[in-house]
């Protein structure tokens, strides 16, 4: 599987951003999809995902409230929508699909899409 993400860019704080994750083959239901990111000199991180047998989504504390990650199962997409961008958000944010055991207790998912650049100026 392939994953292509898309969106990102810069904004003030406050503000919003999507970023939409598309796989290129079939989604198992063992499986999740989400999102990870990584700031300068920081380790990369979870930040929220969705588990693909349920729907279920999951979030860091860091971005609950904030963060929303929704689905379209019949495209195989995810998408984010962050609202009330901090500039501690800033990071590259990678999207990533995998069984869901090693995406979302590990941190390591099979499958990573090109990182995608989010910077939130104060």
């Known amino acids: 599987v392939q994953l292509q993400a898309s969106g990102g860019g810069l904004v003030q704080a406050g503000g919003s951003l999507s970023l939409s994750c598309a796989a290129s083959?079939?989604?198992?239901?063992?499986?999740?999809m989400g999102w990870f990111r990584q700031a300068p000199g920081k380790a990369r991180e979870f930040v929220a995902a969705?588990?693909?047998?349920?729907?279920?989504?999951y979030y860091a504390d860091s971005v609950k409230g904030r963060f929303t990650i929704s689905r379209d199962s019949a495209k195989f997409t995810v998408i984010l929508q962050m609202n009330s961008l901090e500039p501690e958000d800033t990071a590259v944010y990678y999207c990533?699909?995998?069984?869901?055991?090693?995406?979302?207790?590990?941190?390591?998912?099979?499958?990573w899409g090109q990182g995608t650049q989010v910077t939130v100026s104060s």
């Open positions: 083959g079939r989604i198992f239901s063992s499986h999740g």
């Open positions: 990533a699909n995998g069984e869901w055991s090693q995406l979302y207790y590990d941190g390591r998912p099979r499958n």
């Open positions: 969705i588990r693909w047998s349920n729907g279920r989504p």
